[in-house]
């Protein structure tokens, strides 16, 4: 069908509400990257406003000079991996019962989890459990306490029930699957689109995650990245504001500003580094498991 005039228009007015709103996500970003390499000096009198100027990773050099950041970093993958793989598992056991239409009680029962959304016990008794269990300052209190997604069981289940036909789980029941069988041979290889968005969505909030570490935990050797580079920042920003503005002190200052862009990028590389290998599976899985039914 050949396009109007009108139509031309109209899809060159998206196309430019489009770009300027590229350039408005995109420019923060290349900022801090580029401010992250830049001098901090230049980066302090507004010089630089896009790309490098006068090359320099001091900030860089800053956080890598501190050992400690490469413990945060192991234990971090640690909580990141192990975390993940138990979020996962806990979802897809309880929103695959829940997509069944003969699991009897499955409407009341997901009544109760979405209760939890709403109301929860608070910091205090949650703190008191998890000490209560023998979990403070251990892996198990930044894991277990977190171990499922009440949102993300409703959009697993979503997607179980509208894109896994039940003529499928039917054939298999008749061919001698399993309830387990049909979960893990017919089920879930259909739902990796799924998948990779509680992939997505359980190992950024894991390698986010300082506050619960902040209050299980005691020992620096468990610390996780996150806080180390909350110290870091914190440090830096106490002894800006510690002393007169002699050498010393502006030097601190500029230390401070590189070391803030640095941390932004040092915190967030790995997982800027994944996504664009589960984007594919991530827009696809989020639309449809959250719009349909």
């Excluded at 793989?85 to 239409?101: D, E, G, H, Q």
């Excluded at 499955?106 to 929860?120: A, K, L, Q």
């Excluded at 399993?178 to 739902?191: F, R």
């Excluded at 010393?248 to 862009?261: G, N, R, W």
Aim: aromatic fraction near 12%.
């Amino acid at each position: 069908m050949k396009e109007t005039f009108t139509d031309r228009l109209v899809g060159g007015i998206i196309y430019a509400i489009l770009t300027v709103i590229l350039l408005i996500i995109l420019y923060p970003l290349v900022f801090v990257v580029s401010a992250s390499i830049s001098d901090p000096l230049s980066v302090t009198k507004g010089e630089m406003w896009l790309f490098p100027k006068n090359l320099s990773f001091i900030g860089y050099e800053l956080i890598f000079a501190n050992k400690e950041i490469w413990i945060g970093y192991k234990n971090t993958i640690i909580y990141t991996v192990v975390g993940t793989s138990v979020n996962l598992i806990m979802t897809i056991m309880a929103a695959y019962p829940l997509s069944r239409k003969d699991f009897a009680g499955r409407n009341v029962i997901t009544g109760y989890i979405v209760f939890t959304m709403f109301f929860s016990g608070g910091l205090i008794p949650t703190y008191l459990l998890v000490k209560n269990l023998g979990m403070i300052n251990s892996m198990w209190a930044l894991i277990i306490p977190g171990a499922v997604s009440v949102w993300n069981i409703i959009i697993m289940r979503t997607f179980f029930q509208t894109s896994i036909p039940n003529e499928i789980q039917e054939s298999a029941a008749i061919d001698g699957c399993s309830n387990l069988q049909t979960l893990w041979k017919i089920v879930l290889p259909l739902s990796m689109p799924v998948i990779a968005v509680m992939i997505l969505f359980y190992s950024v909030g894991h390698w986010n995650a300082y506050f619960n570490a902040l209050i299980y935990l005691n020992d620096r050797d468990k610390y996780p990245l996150q806080l180390f580079l909350r110290e870091i920042l914190i440090k830096s920003e106490v002894d800006n504001m510690a002393g007169g503005m002699d050498l010393s002190v502006q030097k601190h200052l500029m230390e401070a500003e590189a070391i803030k862009y640095a941390i932004v990028i040092v915190a967030n590389l790995p997982v800027l580094a994944v996504y664009p290998f589960l984007q594919k599976y991530f827009t696809k899985g989020f639309l449809v498991g959250a719009i349909k039914g």
